[in-house]
């Protein structure tokens, strides 16, 4: 059974950096497609980040500051978010496969102003 468990969510300043983990367990993310989205209130689920084997895209609103990786001895992936804002504000959900694929339960990121 897929499995992905996010951490790392919580409560920053605007400015502040905050790093997201994403484990995986019954599937290995060496060469999935993985990918980070988020919903922020009363607004819909977005793409945020995906790493395809050691290629990485990003959403405009996020380029340049988040950078996505991977650790491949610890089936996780991870995204370092810099210079947050407000905006920012929004459960990042964990995504392997696409959207037809396995989420994780999603954390809460806030970034307060």
């Known amino acids: 059974q897929v499995r992905l468990v996010e951490s790392g969510g919580g409560l920053v300043q605007a400015g502040e950096s905050r790093r997201l983990s994403c484990a995986a367990s019954?599937?290995?993310?060496?060469?999935?497609?993985m990918g980070w989205y988020r919903q922020a209130p009363g607004k819909r689920q977005v793409f945020v980040a995906g790493?395809?084997?050691?290629?990485?895209n990003y959403a405009d609103s996020v380029r340049g500051r988040f950078i996505m990786s991977r650790d491949s001895a610890k089936n996780t992936v991870y995204l370092q978010m810099n210079s947050l804002k407000p905006e920012d504000t929004a459960v990042y959900y964990c995504?392997?496969?696409?959207?037809?694929?396995?989420w994780g339960q999603g954390t809460q990121v806030t970034v307060s102003s």
């Open positions: 019954g599937i290995s993310t060496n060469f999935a497609t």
């Open positions: 790493l395809a084997g050691d290629t990485t």
């Open positions: 995504n392997i496969g696409g959207p037809f694929g396995t």
